[in-house]
Nanobody
Framework: QVQLVESGGGLVQPGGSLRLSCAAS????????MSWYRQAPGKERERVAV????????NYASSVKGRFTISRDNAKGTVYLQMNSLKPEDTAVYLC????????WGPGTQVSVSS
């Protein structure tokens, strides 16, 4: 059974940092690109970052480029999102996505950026 579980969210002040983790199981993690999405209230779900199966290639939304870094550890079956210089507009539920079966999502982790 495919399972994705995010962790690491929380409340942080503007300019602060958080590191999100997504632990994957139930599929061959190293075979798949992985993505982080976010969804803020009243807004469409947005892809924030994607990383290739090997970890060599990454791509970011323009809104987070230069501030966020996606990485993965295939031995641990985990993908990470390092978020620096956080802004109030980064407030959202952050979700992990794997393109397995019909597409698998984690439940998400809340990130709130506020003073």
């Amino acid at each position: 059974q495919v399972q994705l579980v995010e962790s690491g969210g929380g409340l942080v002040q503007p300019g602060g940092s958080l590191r999100l983790s997504c632990a994957a199981s139930g599929f061959t993690f190293s075979d798949y690109a992985m993505s982080w999405y976010r969804q803020a209230p009243g807004k469409e779900r947005e892809r924030v970052a994607v990383i290739s199966s090997s970890g060599r290639f990454t791509n970011y939304a323009s809104s987070v480029k230069g501030r966020f870094t996606i990485s993965r550890d295939n031995a641990k079956g985990t993908v990470y999102l390092q978020m620096n210089s956080l802004k109030p507009e980064d407030t959202a539920v952050y979700l992990c996505y794997a393109p397995v079966t019909d597409g698998a999502w984690g439940p998400g982790t809340q990130v709130s950026v506020s003073s």
